[in-house]
């Protein structure tokens, strides 16, 4: 029997884990802004008490900063203020308003947003129930790249749920999905190769997909390559390997690990179930561990931090601080590069230095104003960095130049593309 997943986070949930440091900017700088009317300091202030950074945690506090920037279209505060209200810490649960904010960050192109409605749609919360309507909101999420909506949108494919049931494109969202590493879509990726469904039948495929997500700790996959495993399909037959699995699986409360336990036992003698025992509990530290034919770790020789280093260059939209998706695409680059270069190095031995965010805009308008939008560019740039990879406000160093150093000379009052943009340093130290 074969346990499939159903849509993923169906309830709603915070997508964003901000951390501001907003002692390290002069809270009372910050509060003196919002109180001007800023939208960025109006949400960072909103953090601020959601967070209890520096001050008593406070939600109904927090709303209040969130919504004074919402009505200022700031999607990050919209996104927040629709979850408060969700989770009623403080302040009522009040589903129409949840519905209100989402989706208005949701039309401002925000795509955990767009993920979100799809969820309500989904369950009927706040809007009547509606599947297709739900499969919509996933396919503009899916779009720009959120994973649990390339995932719900293959459940939807192979159920039939909202749509006519068609197996390859259900393979073709998994794939999206379990490309970049998320478990339950690899795990169903695998049940699909290993059902033939949507795509050849392929029990090697579907082994290296349940890998994937086994070494997740995925308990579902854990489960599904226990039992290739114990069968011989898709790769060598190992009882002692099989065993160590589904007890990682059944120790996660998997009733099917749990199952498949009581049958191995009896094909197993006791020094083989001993031998499971220890390779599974090896486990714990390292899921590799549990392949005796894992790749060993490559030898990290390499000491010279600077290696590590990413500069790059965003380029923004006339008299505009909002960052594309272009831009979003470089800075995930970036980070992922850095990622992949640090598996060449030991833990601990370069340290993160301070990021370096400098705006720059052209020549167009006044240089009062391109000062205070060169500055939103790079608060926008900082924003996103902080919202995706967790990187604390005080780990960055923001500047604004506005039009004073071009990277190409123009006339006054004239409009360059090259010239508006944001130049982000990541860069590295010996520790």
Request: charged share 20%; net charge negative.
């Amino acid at each position: 029997m074969i346990r499939r997943f159903k849509n993923c986070c169906a309830a709603l949930v915070l997508l964003f884990y901000f951390s501001v440091g907003a002692a390290a900017q002069d809270l009372n700088s910050v509060r003196a802004k919002a109180n001007a009317g800023d939208a960025n300091a109006q949400f960072h202030l909103g953090l601020v008490y959601e967070n209890g950074d520096g001050v008593p945690k406070n939600s109904a506090e927090a709303a209040k900063w969130y919504r004074k920037a919402a009505e200022q279209n700031h999607k990050y505060a919209q996104y927040n203020l629709a979850f408060l209200y969700a989770n009623g810490e403080d302040i009522s649960v009040n589903i129409a308003e949840v519905v209100k904010w989402m989706r208005r960050a949701a039309d401002g192109g925000d795509a955990d947003a767009l993920f979100q409605m799809g969820t309500l749609y989904a369950a009927g919360k706040g809007v009547p129930q509606n599947d297709q309507q739900a499969m919509n909101w996933y396919r503009k999420a899916a779009e720009q790249g959120q994973i649990k909506a390339m995932f719900n949108l293959g459940v939807h494919y192979e159920t039939g749920v909202g749509v006519q049931i068609n197996n390859s494109e259900a393979v073709r969202w998994y794939r999206k999905a379990a490309d970049q590493g998320f478990a339950p879509a690899q795990d169903n990726l695998g049940v699909m190769y290993a059902n033939g469904l949507g795509a050849s039948q392929n029990d090697v495929e579907a082994v290296k997909w349940y890998r994937k997500a086994a070494q997740q700790g995925d308990a579902s996959s854990q489960y599904h390559l226990a039992l290739k495993i114990a069968k011989g399909e898709g790769v060598p037959k190992n009882l002692v390997q099989a065993y160590s699995w589904a007890l990682l699986s059944a120790a996660q409360g998997d009733t099917e690990g749990q199952e498949l336990l009581t049958i191995l036992k009896v094909l197993m003698t006791p020094e083989q179930i001993a031998d499971a025992k220890r390779l599974s509990a090896a486990c714990q530290d390292n899921l590799e561990t549990c392949e005796q034919i894992a790749a060993k770790p490559k030898p990290k020789t390499d000491r010279d931090c600077s290696k590590l280093n990413q500069n790059f260059t965003l380029y923004f939209g006339s008299e505009s601080s909002e960052l594309t998706s272009e831009a979003k695409g470089v800075i995930i680059q970036a980070f992922e590069t850095v990622g992949s270069a640090s598996q060449n190095f030991d833990e601990g031995d370069c340290v993160f230095l301070p990021v370096k965010v400098t705006g720059h805009t052209d020549r167009y308008g006044s240089e009062q104003k391109n000062q205070v939008l060169s500055s939103a560019m790079a608060h926008s740039v900082a924003d996103y960095i902080t919202a995706r990879f967790d990187i604390a406000y005080e780990a960055m160093t923001l500047s604004a130049k506005g039009e004073v150093e071009p990277a190409v000379v123009t006339g006054e009052n004239e409009k360059n593309a090259q010239n508006r943009r944001v130049t982000v340093s990541l860069e590295f130290g010996k520790n």
